[in-house]
């Protein structure tokens, strides 16, 4: 069993449905509105803990009526919160506007999230005592940077999803072992993606693509199901990719590729369990 640290936001998702994703400046009738807890790196942790790994969450909620849900959700996983602070004020929310093809579009206010903005001694003791450290940027960059150099000197694996996108240190992609980029992130990384030793793209439909220092270079296709909503359908991806991180970057792609598309299957930011991936995985294998 993996047992990962993801350092990350947590937030309150209010998920608006409707026939399409509006135009810049258009208004379209909704036809659903739902409140749900998310943020990515509560989306991962969970993710990681459904396939099996040993998780901890390292960020803050606020002390609003949220804030219990949110907990809530982490306890129900089996995500342990020693580490999850809580910050006078709102915890995080995210706004959704879901399509009917599964399309979205987000905006996030970060509320307690902006708070983490250093670590504390427990929060370094618990990145030191695990195998590997997973994070986005929903966070400030100071705790990511801090994060990964802690992490790096303790021989942990770091992962890090470049989302949502800033321009990242090389400082900080040297203590990267891993990046988990969407298609877009990919580009906007441009030729600093190189200086890490693996680099992973997600490409929704048409599956992923990992690269690896060496030359190492392999796609590998996505389960075909009908999309419902791909919202956390990509931090469904990082989650299990994480959590089998240990069996080579190749499987645990494959994994992750699966993960993803069960997500897309479901409404809200849905985590498949490991039953459920080992299922499909093993279906895709027999057919090969």
């Not at 790096?152 to 990046?179: E, M, W």
């Not at 890490?196 to 075909?224: D, P």
Request: proline share 4%; net charge negative; aromatic share 4%.
């Amino acid at each position: 069993m993996s047992r990962i640290a993801v350092l990350g936001s947590v937030n309150m998702d209010v998920v608006v449905r409707a026939t399409r994703l509006p135009a810049p400046g258009e208004t379209v009738l909704g036809e659903s509105r739902t409140e749900m807890p998310g943020g990515k790196g509560a989306n991962q942790a969970v993710a990681a803990a459904r396939m099996g790994a040993q998780v901890w969450f390292i960020g803050a909620v606020g002390n609003d009526p949220a804030a219990a849900v949110l907990r809530e959700r982490f306890a129900g996983a089996g995500v342990g919160v020693s580490e999850l602070r809580t910050i006078d004020g709102p915890s995080g929310l995210a706004s959704i506007t879901v399509g009917s093809d599964g399309e979205n579009s987000i905006v996030v206010i970060p509320g307690a999230n902006s708070a983490v903005e250093r670590l504390s001694a427990p929060d370094l003791a618990r990145i030191r005592d695990c195998d590997l450290l997973l994070m986005q940027l929903e966070l400030p960059i100071s705790v990511v940077e801090e994060a990964a150099a802690v992490a790096h000197r303790a021989g942990v694996t770091v992962i890090l999803n470049p989302s949502p996108f800033q321009p990242l240190s090389k400082s900080l992609l040297s203590r990267c072992d891993a990046l988990i980029a969407n298609e877009v992130e990919h580009q906007q990384l441009g030729s600093s993606a190189a200086r890490v030793r693996h680099l992973i793209v997600t490409r929704g439909a048409a599956g992923a693509w990992l690269r690896s220092t060496g030359g190492e270079s392999l796609r590998v296709a996505a389960l075909s199901v009908a999309a419902v909503d791909t919202t956390g359908a990509g931090d469904a991806f990082a989650g299990a990719c994480a959590a089998l991180w240990h069996t080579g970057a190749a499987s645990a792609v494959h994994w992750g590729c699966v993960a993803g598309a069960l997500a897309a299957t479901r409404t809200g930011a849905y985590s498949p369990t490991y039953g459920e991936v080992a299922e499909k995985v093993l279906e895709s294998e027999l057919d090969g």
